[in-house]
Nanobody, 123 residues
Framework: QLQASGGGLVQPGGSLRLSCAAS????????VAWFRQAPGKEREFVAV????????YYGDSVKGRFTISRDNAKNLVYLEMNSLKPEDTAVYYC??????????????????WGQGTLVTVSS
């Protein structure tokens, strides 16, 4: 039901914008988030935009560089990524759900997931 796109190869210091589209689901009714999984590592929280109040939270490693947003009219969620580093290389997943505040950074709080899009940061 969710499809992430926009990944690719980018040089260190560059930027990318990931998009997440939904079918059969309206993002304006859910808290939305991005997670990522680097090779050989567990999936980790990147960013969340809560349904209630629109508050946003970010993982420490991306704070100040990444921005999560949504376009309700287009039913899209974005992840704007700037100042990319090689350690940002991962498969990025979008997710939607109704987690309570304390679970907003946990995979278990999200019911719907996209298939992932690969971001490679390398010179």
């Amino acid at each position: 039901q969710l499809q992430a796109s926009g990944g690719g190869l980018v040089q260190p210091g560059g930027s990318l914008r990931l998009s997440c589209a939904a079918s059969g689901l309206t993002f304006s009714r859910y808290t939305v988030a991005w997670f990522r999984q680097a090779p050989g590592k567990e999936r980790e929280f990147v960013a969340v935009r809560r349904l209630s109040g629109g508050s946003t939270y970010y993982g420490d490693s991306v704070k100040g560089r990444f921005t999560i947003s949504r376009d309700n009219a287009k039913n899209l969620v974005y992840l704007e990524m700037n100042s990319l580093k090689p350690e940002d290389t991962a498969v990025y997943y979008c997710a939607a759900g109704t987690p309570i505040l304390s679970s907003s950074r946990s995979e278990t709080g999200f019911r719907f997931w996209g298939q992932g899009t690969l971001v490679t940061v390398s010179s």
